[in-house]
């Protein structure tokens, strides 16, 4: 069964400072992972998508690396700014099927 | 991306009683939809996948006679919790899925929130 970490759970930076998420997963054989963002109360917005025989995402001040051998991701975000504020889910997709994180809440404070 | 909306966005209701929620793909035909739930801080599990014109197969732990998945037709799945208890009161996403081009995606809807009284 695919287990899907993210570290930290939380996180609180002052605006201007670059955000860095970290996901870890059991199985590496995934097709796809995917980075998710979820404001309080609402549905998610895609992201990212990383096929398996990518290693990075890009866009805008997004950027996410995939090692699918070590069973990790990570989201950037560079120049944070306080609408950045939300949680950020990671998912990766085994035979059609996602498994999410638990998620890290970020926090930017102006 | 494909839109994907469900209706209601939030829902309560009292315990004993049966609430319906549809999942409909605006855009796209959705050969696969899948159920999440959601309660507060943490994440998002599948419940059930469903595709279209089959039985749902639902993940260990669901009730599939608690949780009624129908999927009628592409674009529209259903979720019904019956005789819903206040342990049912959570968020719940469904999610369209199937080919774009050469890869597999899935749309996520907004969400609904039930609270069961």
Redesign the interface.
């Known amino acids: 069964k695919q287990e899907v970490t993210q570290i930290p759970a939380a996180l609180s930076v002052p605006e201007g400072e670059n955000l860095v998420l970290n996901c870890s997963f059991t199985d590496s054989a995934i097709?796809?992972l995917q980075w998710?963002r979820q404001d309080p109360?609402?549905?998610?917005t895609?992201l990212l998508?990383i096929?398996s025989s990518q290693r990075e995402q890009t866009s805008g001040r997004l950027n996410a690396s995939l090692d699918k051998s070590s069973g990790r991701s990570t989201l950037y975000i560079a120049a944070s700014q306080p609408g950045d504020s939300a949680t950020y889910?990671c998912?990766v997709?085994n035979d059609?099927?996602?498994?999410?994180?638990?998620?890290t809440t970020v926090t930017v404070r102006a | 991306?494909a839109v994907v909306s469900?209706h209601p966005s939030w829902v309560i209701c009292k315990s004993g009683t049966s609430v319906k929620i549809e999942c409909r793909s605006l855009d796209f035909q959705a050969t696969?939809m899948?159920w999440y739930r959601q309660f507060p801080k943490?994440?998002?599990?599948?419940m059930a996948?469903s595709n279209e014109g089959s039985k749902a197969t639902y993940e260990q732990g669901v009730e599939k006679d608690k949780f009624l998945i129908n999927h009628a037709s592409l674009t529209l799945s259903t979720l019904t919790v019956t005789s819903a208890h206040p342990e049912d009161s959570s968020?719940y996403?469904c999610?369209a899925?199937g080919r774009v081009g050469s890869?597999?995606?899935?749309?996520?809807?907004?969400?609904t929130?039930l609270t069961v009284t």
């Open positions: 097709y796809n998710f109360g609402k549905g998610l895609s998508l096929q889910l998912a997709d059609y099927k996602l498994s999410f994180g638990a998620g | 991306g469900q696969t899948f943490q994440s998002l599990m599948l996948t968020f996403i999610s899925g890869s597999y995606e899935q749309y996520f809807g907004p969400g929130r």
